[in-house]
């Protein structure tokens, strides 16, 4: 591993180490919302939960799942630790005047701040859903598809899922599946009006952190090239806007519609 | 231009010496005419602060035409003053009102120690260079033109990376403190070049080593640098100094 060893001691190395990994979660965040988008199913959940228990239960991405979290957790106190050792760069003196707006963008000179704030609702958004759906006493839903004419019968069974072994079958004529309704579980939430505005806020977050991240990632692994640029800056412009708008469109849609 | 005299307001920033408190100073000049350069109204001030029986302030500037990188001034929030593309000597104080309050301290940096008022001691940046900066080969004769092809757009990417007069600027502007914008001017100059490509590796590993020593924050990509970089120094260079230091770190033998 002693190749490796520049993406932890070396200023460049740490900052290949925050574009890969920030890399890594851009490309989750999209696979996190083609998942989420199935909650604007009218199917009472099937399709959401039935990805909710693949994407729980499937050993390669329970494995990427924790090379996920690894990510997340390196990403962000790697972030902090650099945001910390370049103040200190600064000295003991900073500017009485300094004019940022005249030479960047807001954005790419408070990554910590908004990358704290991500931190912040990461934590409260896994507790909310993610320990809920593993540990948390959550609803229990069976459905029950018709083989020959493929209608889907719903029923809460939450009073009686004790010893609920078999979770997808198939009885009779019926495809069965019965779950934890992380789908009910999830509208339930976004009827608060409270939290639907945090996650917003969230997503606000997310946008202005990619606004600059995205680029940067390029940037930052040497890739600047007259002809890809504006194929790179602009990707990243129209993803830090649509993949947050994507998963905001969800909270808002259940809160005002559901 | 038969332009009016303008009144300015100072406000400067004071060090006796690199390890005093220093603090900010107000001064008012009555007869500044717009066509000075700002070195040119600071020599204006210090005439008048001997006259008064003050201490002059010390401030760094050799060529005044733009070439030698010596005059560091952090001029209302921004390296070099509110221009785009030039160095304290080429600023005129026609790009400010009458009346103006106009705030000058030194650069801010760890690794740019304040030796008096606005002078800052820029040896790091030296140091960065003498560690690997240059071309080890013995040059014997001067041999023919064009003996060694140069494709010209690699010449002019060479020559704009060289046109870095290492002022400083990218490290005052930069929110981290940081070199990147020097160190990569430098490390693309010769890596650009096949007489500098033989230590291309050793090169930008020692350079990198030495920036990072030498306690300059690392870059946010925010951009700043060349945006206030007086010789507009691009941001590819950058990129490409990643490309040189992670390709060395992990092919080298």
Not at chain 1, 220 to 246: Q, Y
Request: glycine content about 8%.
């Amino acid at each position: 591993m002693k190749v490796l060893q520049f993406l932890f001691t070396s200023s460049i190395g740490r900052k290949v180490l925050m574009a890969l990994t920030g890399l890594f979660l851009i490309l989750f965040l999209v696979i996190h919302l083609m998942g989420n988008l199935q909650l604007l199913k009218h199917d009472e959940g099937y399709a959401f939960n039935k990805y909710a228990w693949f994407m729980t239960s499937n050993p390669l991405i329970k494995t990427v799942s924790y090379l996920l979290y690894a990510t997340i957790l390196l990403h962000a106190f790697k972030g902090l630790y650099l945001v910390f050792a370049n103040r200190k760069a600064r000295g003991a003196k900073s500017y009485g005047s300094y004019n940022g707006n005249a030479n960047s963008h807001w954005t790419s000179r408070n990554m910590g701040i908004l990358g704290t704030l991500i931190l912040a609702f990461i934590i409260g958004h896994m507790s909310d859903f993610w320990w809920e759906y593993k540990f948390g006493d959550i609803p229990w839903t069976k459905y029950e598809t018709s083989i020959t004419d493929e209608s889907t019968m719903v029923t809460d069974i939450t009073s009686e899922n004790h010893g609920v072994h078999i979770r997808m079958g198939v009885a009779g004529d019926k495809e069965v599946f019965i779950t934890k309704d992380l789908y009910k579980e999830t509208v339930e939430a976004f009827e608060e009006g409270w939290l639907v505005a945090l996650y917003l806020l969230a997503m606000a977050a997310i946008a202005f952190h990619l606004w600059h991240g995205f680029s940067s990632a390029f940037q930052t692994l040497g890739m600047n090239h007259p002809r890809w640029n504006p194929l790179i800056n602009g990707l990243g412009k129209a993803f830090s806007i649509l993949v947050p708008l994507g998963f905001a469109i969800i909270p808002l849609y259940v809160y005002l519609l559901k | 231009m038969g332009s009016e005299a303008m009144k300015i307001n100072l406000k400067v920033w004071r060090q006796p010496n690199s390890k005093a408190e220093g603090k900010f100073e107000t001064y008012q000049l009555n007869e500044v005419s717009p066509d000075m350069s700002f070195l040119e109204m600071f020599d204006v001030l210090n005439e008048q602060l001997i006259t008064d029986g003050g201490e002059p302030v010390a401030f760094d500037h050799d060529c005044r035409e733009g070439i030698c990188g010596m005059c560091s001034m952090f001029i209302n929030g921004r390296p070099h003053g509110p221009k785009q593309g030039i160095t304290t000597c080429q600023l005129h104080m026609r790009s400010f009102k009458d009346g103006d309050t106009i705030v000058v301290e030194p650069w801010r940096a760890q690794s740019f120690p304040v030796i008096k008022d606005l002078s800052v001691d820029r040896s790091a940046f030296d140091r960065i260079i003498a560690s690997g900066g240059f071309v080890s080969v013995n040059t014997g004769n001067a041999v023919d033109a064009n003996s060694i092809l140069i494709p010209k757009d690699t010449a002019d990417e060479a020559f704009a990376a060289a046109t870095c007069i290492g002022c400083g600027a990218c490290v005052a502007a930069c929110k981290n403190s940081s070199a990147m914008l020097f160190v990569s001017a430098k490390v693309s100059q010769l890596s650009l070049l096949p007489q500098g490509k033989a230590e291309r590796e050793n090169r930008v590993i020692a350079m990198v080593d030495q920036m990072d020593k030498e306690g300059f924050g690392s870059c946010t990509n925010t951009g700043a640098c060349s945006a206030e970089c007086p010789k507009e120094i691009d941001l590819s260079n950058i990129a490409r100094m990643n490309r040189e230091y992670v390709r060395a770190k992990l092919v080298s033998k």
